[in-house]
């Protein structure tokens, strides 16, 4: 039985004759291995579009054109899955980097006053609000998690923005990529900062099928989201191009004559709007105006071996992620003598060039692959990718190597414990490492994932958030708990065996001691 197919919803208009064979079919010999793979790619391909067809057929009328441009752009994105194959980079080929790509931050000069209200007139700050808490044991987006005298990230980050406004007298706008995940109570939240002077503006990223890993086949039957939202993912943050530009915001800000826009993740609390960045990128030096792509990045320590580094490739300057890194390089990509920086995720990129960039069609960012195991124990993939890669897209690339407190990221309770601490001060939703502290660095601090990885059962564990300014390093394992004003100095180890309990008493003071076995002091 023939049957001819024209899938033509997407975009990509596939016509091809589908035949149904009756047993089993050859399996070809190693010599037709190329034709082999050339012939299920174009069938997975072919059998993908149909599914993605029939999901659009499930969905409303007011949300067919969204759901059918995002679904052109995942079939893009599954089609170079399906043909790509290896490394995404020769490691023979990657070059030393130039002297000039990447800037020391001491270099940069601070801008007069009279230039910095103009210079913020030109900015958008975009913070990257796609997700959610789970990972800390929270319900809903991660930006309501509560970081500091029960403020959260989102109310940090409004103040620092409204704060800006204030002082320069200013009109920076606020854009909150969100996902579908994170929209609804996100736009509930928001309205609450209504009185303040601040303009936030909000889209969604894309929302994209997964997909099985054994028939590479959407696990959706339809596209009622939330009814089955398990078989449905928002795609990384390199998503950000297209949806940034599809929800008519770049258009929006290019015509209100805004230039470049600051991109972090709402998490890292340390990305601020930093003027002496700005004045750079809007500086009267010809070469610096040319700038359209510029990467924070900082000195990599043994806790960063796995982030993303900056590489010169092809006589352009790029992100290398270690997902890119092939098995025998993985030891020499970790080194920190030879790739020296890592990737913050705070990325200064010109308006107009995205534009370009996009209606060229030239970005063409890596795939990560995340293979995920769902609850029904169905093996799925997910295609993403990062907002970083694209910067290979751009002309006029720069890393600046920025200090390490422009890198205060909150992913664990562990990091939450640091940013809680009398170890740094706030001011006006910003935060900085007290001076109190002799060394530059934060404390490594480890917490046992049993007892204290969601936040609930961490705050449990503490009666106040221990004194740490002299802290270097902290390891609890097993179910310990801190009275009030105790003081971490120097190493601290404390671990508790399994069916015991140690109860740090209050006003205690633990310096260079390990403590382990069974310790309970009661109150009387």
Same mark, same amino acid.
């Given at each position: 039985?023939?049957?001819?197919?024209?899938?033509?919803?997407?975009?990509?208009?596939?016509?091809?004759?589908?035949?149904?064979?009756?047993?089993?079919?050859?399996?070809?010999?190693?010599?037709?291995?190329?034709?082999?793979?050339?012939?299920?790619?174009?069938?997975?391909?072919?059998?993908?579009?149909?599914?993605?067809?029939?999901?659009?057929?499930?969905?409303?009328?007011?949300?067919?054109?969204?759901?059918?441009?995002?679904?052109?752009?995942?079939?893009?994105?599954?089609?170079?899955?399906?043909?790509?194959?290896?490394?995404?980079?020769?490691?023979?080929?990657?070059?030393?980097?130039?002297?000039?790509?990447?800037?020391?931050?001491?270099?940069?000069?601070?801008?007069?006053?009279?230039?910095?209200?103009?210079?913020?007139?030109?900015?958008?700050?975009?913070?990257?609000?796609?997700?959610?808490?789970?990972?800390?044991?929270?319900?809903?987006?991660?930006?309501?998690?509560?970081?500091?005298?029960?403020?959260?990230?989102?109310?940090?980050?409004?103040?620092?923005?409204?704060?800006?406004?204030?002082?320069?007298?200013?009109?920076?706008?606020?854009?909150?990529?969100?996902?579908?995940?994170?929209?609804?109570?996100?736009?509930?939240?928001?309205?609450?900062?209504?009185?303040?002077?601040?303009?936030?503006?909000?889209?969604?990223?894309?929302?994209?099928?997964?997909?099985?890993?054994?028939?590479?086949?959407?696990?959706?039957?339809?596209?009622?989201?939330?009814?089955?939202?398990?078989?449905?993912?928002?795609?990384?943050?390199?998503?950000?191009?297209?949806?940034?530009?599809?929800?008519?915001?770049?258009?929006?800000?290019?015509?209100?004559?805004?230039?470049?826009?600051?991109?972090?993740?709402?998490?890292?609390?340390?990305?601020?709007?930093?003027?002496?960045?700005?004045?750079?990128?809007?500086?009267?030096?010809?070469?610096?105006?040319?700038?359209?792509?510029?990467?924070?990045?900082?000195?990599?320590?043994?806790?960063?071996?796995?982030?993303?580094?900056?590489?010169?490739?092809?006589?352009?300057?790029?992100?290398?992620?270690?997902?890119?890194?092939?098995?025998?390089?993985?030891?020499?990509?970790?080194?920190?003598?030879?790739?020296?920086?890592?990737?913050?995720?705070?990325?200064?990129?010109?308006?107009?060039?995205?534009?370009?960039?996009?209606?060229?069609?030239?970005?063409?960012?890596?795939?990560?692959?995340?293979?995920?195991?769902?609850?029904?124990?169905?093996?799925?993939?997910?295609?993403?990718?990062?907002?970083?890669?694209?910067?290979?897209?751009?002309?006029?690339?720069?890393?600046?190597?920025?200090?390490?407190?422009?890198?205060? +990221?909150?992913?664990?309770?562990? $990091?939450? %414990?640091? &940013?809680?601490?009398?170890?740094?001060?706030?001011? !006006?939703? @910003? *935060?900085?490492?007290?001076?109190?502290?002799?060394?530059?660095?934060?404390?490594?601090?480890?917490?046992?994932?049993?007892?204290?990885?969601?936040?609930?059962?961490?705050?449990?564990?503490?009666?106040?958030? +221990?004194?740490?300014?002299?802290? $270097?390093? %902290?390891? &609890?394992?097993?179910?310990?708990?801190?009275?009030? !004003?105790? @003081? *971490?100095?120097?190493?601290?180890?404390?671990?508790?065996?399994?069916?015991?309990?140690?109860?740090?008493?209050?006003?205690?003071?633990?310096?260079?001691?390990?403590?382990?076995?069974?310790?309970?002091?009661?109150?009387?």
């Amino acid at each position: 039985m023939v049957e001819e197919t024209n899938v033509g919803y997407s975009g990509i208009n596939i016509s091809t004759n589908v035949v149904k064979p009756k047993g089993h079919s050859r399996v070809p010999s190693s010599t037709d291995l190329k034709e082999f793979k050339e012939v299920t790619q174009r069938d997975s391909l072919v059998q993908l579009e149909k599914e993605m067809a029939s999901l659009l057929a499930t969905t409303p009328d007011d949300k067919k054109d969204l759901a059918k441009s995002q679904f052109t752009a995942f079939s893009r994105l599954f089609q170079r899955f399906l043909e790509e194959s290896g490394p995404s980079v020769d490691w023979d080929k990657i070059e030393k980097l130039p002297a000039d790509a990447i800037r020391d931050y001491e270099t940069l000069s601070t801008p007069s006053p009279n230039d910095i209200h103009s210079k913020l007139e030109k900015l958008v700050v975009v913070k990257l609000n796609g997700g959610l808490g789970t990972s800390m044991g929270c319900r809903g987006p991660k930006s309501v998690i509560q970081v500091r005298n029960d403020l959260t990230f989102l109310d940090l980050t409004v103040q620092q923005i409204e704060h800006l406004n204030k002082k320069y007298n200013v009109n920076v706008p606020l854009v909150l990529m969100n996902s579908f995940n994170t929209d609804k109570d996100t736009e509930q939240i928001i309205r609450k900062y209504k009185g303040l002077q601040v303009e936030i503006y909000t889209f969604n990223q894309s929302c994209f099928p997964r997909v099985s890993k054994e028939s590479l086949l959407p696990i959706a039957r339809d596209c009622d989201i939330e009814g089955n939202i398990e078989a449905w993912y928002p795609p990384g943050h390199g998503d950000f191009y297209d949806s940034f530009k599809n929800s008519g915001l770049l258009q929006k800000f290019i015509d209100s004559g805004r230039d470049y826009c600051f991109i972090s993740n709402i998490d890292n609390l340390g990305a601020t709007v930093d003027l002496n960045i700005l004045n750079m990128l809007l500086g009267h030096k010809s070469e610096e105006t040319n700038l359209e792509f510029v990467m924070e990045v900082t000195n990599k320590t043994k806790a960063d071996v796995k982030g993303g580094t900056l590489i010169q490739y092809e006589n352009k300057l790029r992100l290398l992620e270690i997902a890119q890194v092939p098995k025998e390089n993985l030891e020499e990509f970790k080194s920190v003598k030879k790739f020296k920086f890592f990737n913050t995720n705070n990325l200064w990129i010109k308006l107009n060039a995205i534009e370009k960039v996009l209606n060229e069609g030239s970005m063409n960012l890596e795939i990560i692959v995340n293979n995920k195991t769902l609850d029904n124990n169905l093996n799925i993939i997910q295609l993403e990718t990062a907002v970083g890669a694209a910067m290979k897209s751009f002309n006029g690339g720069l890393g600046i190597n920025v200090p390490r407190s422009r890198f205060l +990221p909150v992913k664990k309770t562990s $990091d939450l %414990l640091l &940013v809680m601490s009398n170890l740094y001060h706030m001011k !006006n939703g @910003s *935060l900085s490492m007290s001076p109190l502290r002799m060394f530059p660095t934060t404390p490594l601090v480890k917490l046992g994932d049993k007892d204290f990885a969601k936040v609930k059962d961490f705050l449990s564990r503490f009666a106040t958030i +221990p004194d740490i300014l002299e802290l $270097d390093h %902290l390891t &609890v394992s097993g179910d310990v708990t801190f009275g009030r !004003n105790v @003081s *971490l100095k120097g190493t601290v180890i404390i671990i508790a065996n399994h069916g015991d309990r140690i109860d740090i008493p209050s006003n205690a003071t633990l310096e260079n001691k390990i403590v382990s076995g069974n310790l309970r002091i009661l109150d009387h």
